[in-house]
């Protein structure tokens, strides 16, 4: 009906009926990185535990927070497979604050079925198709 309000669900439901993946990458040059904020965030949607570290010096600690342990290792964003639900639902739920360091996130829309990769040129993302090669 016209000037009612979209539900996001909804919408994310016929994306996928649509047969549509949706995909982060980071958009300017540094990186895919996530904030602490949205880590956090993308912890508890997937029912991960964590607990926190200190930084190994006074800088760091001032910039980026405690460090966040994860299986006895220190949890890294770059691990996260980019078409991940949670993922998604953190940058949208979080928009620029779930943003790393160095990093500009956006979502994607890619076609179902298609088959991709991440590339990147100094750490500003796209998403390319896979190709059959022969050497």
């Known amino acids: 009906m ?3 309000e979209v539900n996001p669900a ?3 439901l016929l994306k996928q009926l649509r047969g549509v993946q949706l995909i982060v ?8 990185d996530l904030s602490h904020e949205a880590v956090l965030l993308y912890l508890e949607l997937t029912g991960t535990p964590y607990h926190f570290c200190p930084q190994e010096d006074r800088e760091r600690q ?14 890294y964003a770059r691990g996260i497979v980019r078409n991940d639900p949670a993922l998604v639902a953190v940058i949208r739920r979080l928009g620029s604050k779930a943003n790393g360091e160095y990093s500009k996130l956006k979502i994607v829309e890619v076609p179902a079925g298609v088959a991709w990769h991440v590339n990147d040129y100094d750490g500003k993302e796209w998403i390319a198709e896979n190709h059959r090669t022969w050497r």
């Open 62 to 75: 001032t910039r980026l927070g405690d460090r966040i342990i994860v299986d006895n290792e220190e949890f």
């Open 25 to 32: 990458i980071n958009t300017t040059y540094g990186g895919f």
């Open 2 to 4: 016209a000037g009612q």
């Open 10 to 12: 909804h919408e994310e």
